[in-house]
């Protein structure tokens, strides 16, 4: 994924296909460096956005750690 933070563009999410991607992803974003905001690249550019429900995410799993050590001590 392609997104534009303010004047950073961010090239992300490869999930698993990072070597192959970013490799073919360089020349993409230089020839959008060189270009400027107009220069057409063969992925599409988009805004950052919110994960869903990612807020609770840090309290969910700070609770799971204190609960895994409890939940071995009672054998289960």
């Known amino acids: 994924m392609v997104t534009l933070s303010g004047n950073a563009l961010n090239v992300l999410g490869y999930n698993g296909r990072g070597v192959a991607m970013s490799a073919a992803m360089g020349p993409q974003i230089a020839q959008r460096v060189i270009g400027g905001r107009r220069a057409e690249i063969d992925m599409p ?32």
Do not use: F, L
Request: aromatic share 6%; charged share 20%; proline share 9%.
């Open 45 to 76: 550019v988009t805004t950052m956005r919110e994960i869903p429900s990612h807020a609770p995410w840090r309290s969910a799993v700070s609770a799971r750690m204190i609960y895994s050590p409890v939940q071995a001590r009672i054998g289960r």
